[in-house]
């Protein structure tokens, strides 16, 4: 059950081809009893393998979701890797339950998720608070654990090869193929202690048939029900005061974490007319259904007898995101290369009960049978091949590829915009388009050069054109140098992109406050209204990594530590500076549009160690440090309706609220062939919050920090002669349950002691 870590002899050339996963998971991926040599005569990886070998990768196996389970979704265990965790969609906190995949700390929306290579962009269905936010769980839980066969982490500058969407890094799951016959069943349960968090039941069915030698079938459906937490759950966080009068003023109870219904189907067929040859149909339909926990775009949860409470009851379905795709793939294997092309349709039906546009309803369900729609439609295609050849003396292996994205938006069926012309005429949305799209080309070239016996470099140049913004370069260089037989060194550089998203430049899509959102200076003079902007610039990063790696040939030791920087500029968010004023709704408004922001940035280092202590006994670690991430915001001064004039100002904020460091740990004993157990931890340190809003330019009131925290957990798998498999454990052993209070950075649960059990069935 080790993975050996070979070192592959080409030639008089030693390529060393570990893979620094890094992962908690079991040391049987990262190290090896022993290295075996092998004369296999001149090989080159491909550019994307030598990525998946760089310091920011790891990969996620079976193997180690079976030991580790995923209660709903899983990017419960992608958080675990280094240099990723989860968090709300920008540093103000709101929707802070809605956490999501963020790597290196710079944000959910620069994380690109794939399914079998293949992007998903459902979440761009989901409309974007002028933070950023979105009420969403992302895109990694369009997948059940049990169809996983691996998931591959990619972070720093490989992950630029992407394109749009992958400044911060890129999580690619991909799914079992119908490679043999198998019928699987399976079953979990996750059983929470404490009362007001919800349970979790999950059911599911794998099926693959090789119906000739030529074609196979596959098959899979599942559907899950987490409950959502008790309305209640985190009131003895309410902060109470007392005035001079004696009389006493709470917060709002803050909301729980909301409940979901999944239910996913897939069919695919394979077809591989000759050795050359390999084409896959797959159309799959999914459907996410939420149960209303009283979240609102503040986080104030449900109070009986409230509005709220009123419209929409505790448990509720109040939105529902409907995905369906339709996707052909071909595989080819030539005496000149390999190949690999894909088109896939995505469709995103999002609708959900209508929410207050303004103020402070902002977000919460304001109707019992009024429905907003928003409804993405989207086409990726991307070809690419693999040609090895020469460079001079140097073997090398050349990836040509070409990449077509395509978005549409269709607000038709969504209410609460405005028809706004500002006093000058520059900006004029009546009769805006209620259709957004975006068509990006790209084109690219990677090169794997095994320059000599130690030295192995990957360069990449890409062009990307847009009907939106236009043309953008990116692409960079990854360096591999092994000093000697066990350590390397390995690094890059490299520019990455993400286009403005469909909300951001949508005519029709207008954000407004009622004056005490409106930002510096104008900080309760409003009204002010933020609108889409087509003449929205890309995002762009330099991503820089340098770090070493250790791997021991014979005491099965694999180290890295890896020190990144990211230069982070023209980050799209609601602007700061007044761009007009209009006449709105019977008064005077202050315009603003969705800007570009010069300056921002992050660094960091990420460290892992594992080792194989014993034949039985696997033991892994890693961690991540941030030194820095935040955002510079220059903000215009102004005259305010009462004549004051306010000075320009410059204000930090984070990118996003990640701990300031993380430590994941495991070990995995083998204690006969059939039971393993897998004690494992996760240490978060102090998560700060943010002193200013970066949407408004202010001081904020809530500075508080969430204190450092630990959570152990005890796992524990087990395998019969009949073909059953157990997983049990106990999440949380110590019960360190941690509440949202909404002050500062305290914006989520995380949940109590709780008790899972899993049974698959393999026929």
């Known amino acids: 059950m080790t993975s050996a870590r070979s070192r592959l002899a080409c030639g008089s050339a030693i390529l060393l081809c570990s893979l620094a996963t890094g992962t908690v998971a079991r040391a049987q991926d990262t190290a090896s009893a022993s290295a075996t040599s092998y004369d296999l005569g001149t090989l080159v990886l491909t550019a994307e393998e030598q990525i998946k070998q760089a310091l920011g990768a790891s ?78 769980r992302g895109d990694t839980n369009w997948v059940p654990p049990e169809m996983v066969e691996s998931i591959e982490v990619i972070r720093g500058p490989a992950a630029a090869r992407y394109g749009s969407g992958a400044a911060g890094g890129v999580v690619n799951i991909i799914t079992k193929a119908p490679d043999e016959d198998l019928l699987q069943i399976g079953t979990s349960f996750d059983l929470p202690e404490s009362g007001k968090e919800g349970m979790t039941q999950r ?103 409230s509005e709220i409470e009123s419209l929409a009851k505790d448990g509720e379905e109040t939105n529902v995101m409907k995905r369906g795709t339709f996707a052909l793939t071909h595989l080819g294997s030539y005496g000149w290369g390999e190949t690999n092309s894909f088109i896939q349709y995505e469709h995103t039906d999002n609708r959900r009960l209508t929410e ?113 913004f236009g043309g953008e370069w990116s692409g960079g260089l990854n360096a591999s140098y092994a000093l000697s037989s066990e350590w390397t060194i390995k690094g890059g550089v490299a520019k990455a992109y993400k286009a403005p998203t469909a909300y951001q430049m949508a005519e029709t899509y207008v954000y407004v406050t009622r004056g005490f959102g409106c930002p510096y200076p104008y900080n309760a003079d409003g009204p002010c209204y933020v609108l889409g902007n087509p003449d929205l610039s890309p995002e762009t990063s330099i991503n820089k990594e340098i770090g070493v790696q250790y791997t021991g040939i014979d005491n099965g ?51 892992s160690f594992a080792m194989q202590v014993r034949e039985d006994l696997d033991f892994a670690i890693n961690g991540t440090y941030m030194i820095e991430s935040s955002q510079q915001l220059e903000i215009d001064g102004g005259v305010r309706s009462d004549g004051t004039v306010l000075p320009a100002r410059s204000i930090e904020v984070p990118l996003s609220l990640v701990p300031e460091y993380t430590i994941n740990a495991s070990m995995s004993w083998d204690v006969n062939d ?57 999440t949380n052993v110590f019960d360190t349950e941690i509440l949202r209070s909404g002050d500062g950075a305290n914006t989520y649960n995380e949940p109590g002691r709780g008790y899972y059990f899993g049974l698959t069935k393999t026929f």
Request: hydrophobic share 30%; aromatic share 8%.
């Open 203 to 305: 059911y599911n069915l794998l099926w693959a048939k090789r119906l000739t030698d030529e074609v196979a079938l596959r098959f899979s459906a599942n559907y899950n029900k987490t409950d959502p937490d008790d309305y209640d759950i985190n009131e003895d966080e309410i902060d109470c005061e007392v005035d001079e009068d004696g009389v006493q003023s709470c917060d709002a109870t803050q909301a729980g974490v909301e409940g979901v219904v999944n239910k996913d189907y897939t069919l695919r067929l394979d077809w591989m007319p000759s050795a050359a040859n390999q084409f896959n149909v797959e159309l799959g339909y999914s459907r996410q259904g939420n149960l209303f926990a009283g979240d609102t775009q503040l986080g104030n949860g449900l109070t009986p007898g």
């Open 674 to 730: 059939r039971f393993t157990l897998i004690p494992s931890l996760t240490h978060y340190g102090k998560i700060s919050a943010a002193e200013s809003s970066a949407a408004m330019g202010i001081e904020t009131s809530d500075d508080e920090d969430r204190d450092p925290y630990t959570l152990v957990n005890l796992g524990m798998t087990y395998t019969f002669d009949n073909g059953f498999d157990l997983k049990a454990g106990v």
């Open 59 to 136: 990969t996620i196996t079976e193997e180690d979701i079976a030991e580790q389970p995923v209660v709903n979704d899983v990017a419960e265990i992608i958080r675990k890797m280094p240099g990723v965790n989860l968090t709300g969609s920008s540093p103000s906190g709101q929707r802070g339950n809605q956490r999501q995949v963020d790597i290196r700390g710079m944000g959910p929306e620069n994380v690109l998720i794939l399914i079998d290579g293949k992007p998903v962009l459902s979440r761009t269905a989901v409309k974007q608070g002028r933070n950023g936010e979105r009420d969403t």
């Open 557 to 607: 030791i694999n180290a890295t530590l890896t020190y990144f920087h990211n230069d982070y500029r023209d980050k799209i968010q609601s602007g700061l500076d007044q761009v007009g004023t209009a006449f709105v709704d019977g008064s005077r408004a202050r315009i603003f549009q969705w800007d570009n922001i010069p300056d921002s940035r992050v660094q960091g280092l990420e460290g």
């Open 356 to 468: 207050g546009p303004a103020g402070g309803g902002e977000g919460a369900i304001n109707s019992t049978d009024d429905y907003d729609t928003a409804i993405l439609e989207a086409i990726a295609a991307k070809s690419e091949a693999d040609i090895s050849h020469m460079l001079g003396s140097s073997a090398a292996e050349l990836t040509l590829g070409a990449e077509l994205r395509w978005e549409k938006l269709d607000l038709t069926d969504y209410s609460s915009f405005y028809s706004i012309t500002t006093d000058d005429g520059r900006i004029d949305s009546t009769g805006g388009d209620p259709y957004t799209e975006q068509t990006t080309f790209g084109i690219y070239l990677e090169d794997n050069i095994l320059v000599n016996d130690r030295l192995t470099l990957t360069p990449s140049l890409r062009y990307d054109h847009s009907d939106t």
